[in-house]
């Protein structure tokens, strides 16, 4: 049975979509068979990877078409199920539709061989149905949060929402972690917002993703951290948080 995961945070720009492929790709790079889902509506999965983006998510959800008719390989052992800008309006039809989660669930459900041992899902910003099916339907939630001014405005909100589903709604899923990204020790609002997080949510931070010029390269080349720079120290970061992943039972 596949452990699902998903990479949200309700504010843009904290590295999400970064986290997902290169956390998808090292798990991958670890012999594990690995789905990535874009359910946000920019669509930026596939381009990350070095292709085109397809209303794939709308074609699985609304459509009726077959998973294996909407996911594409990227990579020996990373298939995507992409989306773009159609992702949107599938999300709009669930809402008139009043669809449940496990409508999302039936869609990915495994094949004969049992499907991918993990699925990763990337989420946009904004709260909405998909965002919520995906969190839902989760065994753990990671939570990607730049450590600027204001950094943890972000987490409290989804945070609250986590364990009101697990309060009211039985959710049996937990938090992975909240995963800073963009850090810089020099500076010292990047040190101060770290401290703030690790005050909010103790144990729950991750170890932090450093600033790093070649992650906004690989997105640009459609390359991931370990293809582009495998010995660099953002590749070193990324592997530890594969393994934070793989350590999970």
Request: a negative charge; aromatic letters at 6%.
């Amino acid at each position: 049975m596949s452990k699902v995961i998903t990479v949200s945070n309700r504010k843009g720009g904290v590295g999400k979509t970064t986290t997902a492929v290169n956390l998808g790709h090292g798990l991958a790079l670890k012999c594990k068979s690995v789905l990535l889902v874009d359910v946000d509506p920019q669509g930026h999965i596939a381009p990350a990877l070095g292709l085109e983006q397809e209303s794939g998510l709308f074609d699985l959800l609304v459509s009726g078409r077959l998973l294996r008719e909407t996911i594409r390989r990227a990579r020996e052992n990373l298939w995507i199920v992409p989306g773009n800008q159609r992702t949107a309006t599938a999300e709009a039809m669930l809402i008139y539709e009043r669809a449940q989660p496990a409508v999302l669930r039936k869609a990915l459900a495994g094949n004969a061989n049992g499907g991918p041992e993990y699925i990763i899902f990337d989420t946009a910003p904004s709260v909405g149905r998909l965002q919520e099916f995906a969190l839902w339907i989760s065994d753990l939630v990671l939570i990607p949060s730049a450590v600027d001014f204001l950094s943890s405005a972000g987490i409290v909100d989804l945070v609250t929402e986590l364990f009101g589903f697990k309060e009211e709604k039985g959710w049996e899923g937990e938090l992975l972690g909240v995963l800073p990204t963009f850090y810089d020790e020099v500076t010292r609002q990047s040190r101060s917002s770290l401290g703030e997080l690790r005050d909010a949510f103790g144990d729950l931070v991750l170890s932090p993703l450093h600033r790093a010029t070649v992650l906004r390269e690989c997105t640009s080349e459609g390359k991931t951290i370990f293809e582009m720079a495998p010995t660099s120290r953002a590749a070193e970061e990324y592997a530890a948080l594969v393994w934070s992943v793989l350590n999970v039972r």
